[in-house]
C-alpha cells in the first residue's frame, strides 16, 4: 500500500513539469497536424506540460482545458521544478542559464535497438534518383550553373566533433 502511494506521489511529480508557450500557438486534440484545433494559446502563456510524444507536449492550461502543442513552442522551467524534471533537463545556456530543451525525440533507444531495414524502401527510393542527363537537363531549364566549391577535408576521429574527449557538453 505504501509502495503503490509513493509511487502514485512519484508519477504525479514527474509529469506535472511547468513551461511557457513563446509563441501564439494552436492547441490541439491529438499529437498531430492535421489534428482539430481546439483552442489557440497566447505567446507568454504558463502551462503544465503532462507528457511528451515525439515533437508534441501534452499540456494543461489555467483553465483547465487540455490538448497538444508543438515541443519547440514551449520552454520549460528549470530551479523551480521538481528535482526529477531538473534532472531531465541537463543542457543550460552560457547567457541566461536557463535550461533549454530543444529538438525532436524521434525514435526510441528501444525502437533504435529493434530496428529493421526496409529493403523495399531502399529499393523505392533508389528509383527517385534522377540520371546525370536527366540532372544537366534540369539544371539547363532551370538556368542553373556549376559551382566549384573547396573540397571539405576530412577531420580525424579524434578532433571531431562528436568525439565525447573533445565535446565539454558530453565530460
Excluded: C, H
Excluded at 481546439?38 to 490538448?67: F, H
Excluded at 534532472?87 to 541566461?96: A, F, P, Q, R, W
Amino acid at each position: 500500500m505504501k509502495i503503490a502511494l509513493y509511487a502514485m506521489l512519484v508519477s504525479s511529480i514527474a509529469l506535472a513539469e511547468p513551461g511557457t508557450v513563446i509563441r501564439k500557438t494552436d492547441l490541439r486534440d491529438k499529437p498531430f497536424l492535421d489534428s482539430t484545433v481546439i483552442g489557440n494559446v497566447a505567446s507568454d502563456t504558463p502551462v503544465d506540460i503532462r507528457t511528451r510524444k515525439g515533437a508534441w507536449m501534452e499540456v494543461k492550461l489555467s483553465t483547465g482545458q487540455t490538448g497538444w502543442i508543438k515541443l519547440l513552442n514551449v520552454r520549460t522551467s528549470s530551479g523551480s521544478t521538481s528535482s526529477s524534471a531538473a534532472l531531465s533537463n541537463v543542457i543550460k545556456t552560457g547567457s541566461s542559464g536557463k535550461t533549454v530543451t530543444t529538438g525532436v525525440k524521434g525514435l526510441s533507444a528501444e525502437q533504435i535497438e529493434n530496428a529493421v531495414p526496409n529493403l523495399a524502401e531502399v529499393q523505392k527510393m533508389k528509383t527517385y534518383a534522377a540520371s546525370p542527363g536527366d540532372a544537366q537537363l534540369s539544371a539547363q531549364n532551370n538556368q542553373l550553373r556549376r559551382v566549384s566549391v573547396p573540397e571539405i577535408a576530412p577531420t580525424s576521429v579524434n578532433s571531431a566533433p562528436n568525439n565525447p574527449n573533445n565535446n565539454p557538453m558530453r565530460r
